[in-house]
């Protein structure tokens, strides 16, 4: 035997249909209990409000959550005209517009100049850090709070719906499909100024983070249900370490070759590689996850492992 388990315990990733209320923070608390193990993130934080689907990552598979920081998000999206508020969302203080709401055929035309690469300012109530300390923090302590803006893309920004009954105050559903780090919140404030009014997000569903959707998401009783009696019972709902990376080639490692990237050393596989992704899936020859590795002169260096060497022959 070349390499065995790295040791006992729940490694994969378990997408969750999160509901409104409960922080992100709250959900890995929960199952971090429910797993019974320390080791468990998640990857991309949801507003307390907002509902949607939140992959959470247990044991091994935390070790690759940063290769999916940058993976594309998609929302439903609830946007209220005619006011605005300190938070960008319904938890802020509202202050009523000037004047009618905007009619729908200016809304639309205000979300076409909002498509594409652009540049948006993060709203004040958020957790980004100006001089070692979190806006948030500092909003809420009346401080002044001024963030610089980024470069967000918003591949699709789609108006489904339109409520007008309230001229004064009229409601939109619209699909959001966008890049990591884009906030919604600013996207609806934004597009209540595109208008000439104000506006404020009113509800927020994530559809999809990554190759994680919603609909394929396990709600939070389903959740409880399972690891009642025992933790294994979360397992049948647990994606493989490497989901959603099926992006990364795959390389098929010998036996031999799998002892040497279990320790560390780098590898020049029989079985050849292109040499030209940014990075690759190890697999054993019964096609299990070994590693993540660069390519490196022709080589293969393990960047993530998920293997320890044994003592015997090949060790």
């Known amino acids: ?47 307390p409000f907002a509902a949607g689907v939140l992959p959470i990552f247990l044991g091994h598979a935390t070790r690759v959550v940063e290769y999916h920081l940058g993976d594309e998000k998609a929302y439903r999206a609830t946007i209220c005209f005619g006011a605005s508020s300190t938070t960008d969302d319904l938890e802020g203080e509202l ?54 803006s980024r470069e967000v ?72 249900s399972a690891a009642a009696e025992d933790s294994a019972g979360l397992i049948p709902f647990l994606r493989p370490i490497d989901a959603g990376l099926e992006h990364l080639p795959v390389v098929h490692l010998t036996a031999t070759e799998v002892a040497a990237i279990a320790r560390g050393q780098y590898v020049r596989p029989s079985a050849g590689f292109s040499g030209i992704a940014d990075h690759y899936r190890l697999q054993d020859p019964d096609g299990a996850l070994v590693a993540i590795a660069t390519a490196n002169a022709g080589r293969l260096a393990p960047d993530k492992v998920f293997v320890s060497p044994v003592a015997g022959p090949d060790a």
């Open 1 to 47: 035997m070349a390499h065995a388990s790295l040791g006992p315990g729940l490694d994969g990733i378990l997408v969750v249909a999160k509901p409104a209320g409960p922080t992100s923070h709250d959900l890995v608390a929960l199952v971090r209990r429910l797993a019974a193990t320390k080791r468990v993130g998640h990857g991309g934080t949801l507003d």
């Open 95 to 148: 202050t009523p517009a000037p004047g009618p709401g905007p009619a729908r055929a200016d809304v639309e035309a205000a979300m076409a100049g909002l498509t594409g690469r652009i540049s948006q300012r993060p709203p004040a109530y958020s957790a980004i850090k100006v001089g070692g300390r979190r806006a948030y923090a500092m909003a809420r302590a009346g401080e002044p709070v001024v963030l610089a």
């Open 153 to 224: 893309t918003i591949h699709a920004l789609i108006l489904t719906s339109w409520d007008d009954t309230d001229r004064d105050r009229p409601v939109a559903m619209i699909e959001v499909r966008c890049s990591a780090g884009t906030y919604v919140r600013a996207l609806a404030r934004d597009l209540g100024e595109a208008v000439g009014s104000a506006a404020y997000l009113g509800a927020l569903t994530r559809t999809a983070s990554g190759p994680f959707r919603l609909d394929g998401a396990t709600a939070l009783d389903e959740i409880r």
